[in-house]
DNA sequence: CCCTGATTCGC
DNA sequence: GCGAATCAGG
């Protein structure tokens, strides 16, 4: 197997999603774990937490079983103290800029930095203007096929190939297991998803204390099977 | 033992 | 660039 761009967009996906290498690897198929770290390395996005991490600092206490190193480094000795290095940093300011934050989403306010409030969707949502989206979190799948209100059977889905961009995108069920599929519902326009599911994928920030509990696991979670 | 991610290094 | 082998921690 080789990696494409599907699969490395998947493999990317899953890792900040916070899959394990093990469930990433057995979900693109024909690679292994070490396959999948290896390349999540090599892509850079690697810094999450390892159960390994933070003592297992070993820079190169190698017994040596196989290939041995000898690269004596002229470490320079001279050192003259060139570092005092003042830092007057941590300036505390316990509580410096705190509220301001909770009302510049859902506040029509005329914020000056936040992004412009161009309408408000049916969903909900917010609808921003083109120059200012800021990403949002989540094209985050559903762990389960939820009864959105699609056909009765799935007979038709929507498969990869139905895809266009008129049809809303959103995955239902697991890429990979028989009855995945999309919604396949019209698109809200400017939208990559339908009015319904745009509510899911741009939720409107809400105030700090009134935040839904469940925030929506990347990439389904664990595995349902 | 199982699992996890990190690292090394021959290919 | 790839990934098996290895390591180290839970």
Known sequence: MSWTEERIEKLTKM??????????????GG?????????????GLKARPSPVKE??????????PKKAEAAPKPEAPARAAPA???????????????QQRAADTASPAPSSNSPRIVSVGPGGFLRQG????????????????????????????????????RICRWPMG????P??????????????????????????????GARRPPPPLPFGGPRVR
Not at 15 to 28: N, R, Y
């Open 15 to 28: 890792w900040e999603g916070g899959s394990t290498a093990s469930q990433i690897a057995e979900e693109l």
């Open 31 to 43: 690679v292994s774990r070490n396959a999948v770290i290896g390349k999540a390395h090599r892509l």
């Open 55 to 64: 003592k297992a600092a070993k820079p190169k206490p190698k017994p040596a």
């Open 84 to 98: 005092p290095a003042p830092a007057p940093a941590a300036r505390p300011t316990p509580a410096a800029a705190p």
């Open 130 to 165: 083109p120059g200012d989206q800021q990403s949002p979190i989540p094209p985050a799948p559903p762990r389960r096929l939820v009864p959105a209100k699609p056909s009765p059977e799935i007979a038709d889905k929507t498969s990869l190939l139905d895809l266009n961009d």
């Open 174 to 177: 697991h890429p990979g297991e």
């Open 179 to 208: 009855d995945f599929h999309f919604c396949g519902d019209k698109v809200n326009p400017g939208f990559p998803y339908c009015v319904e599911h745009c509510g899911r994928a741009y939720q409107a920030q809400l105030p700090r």
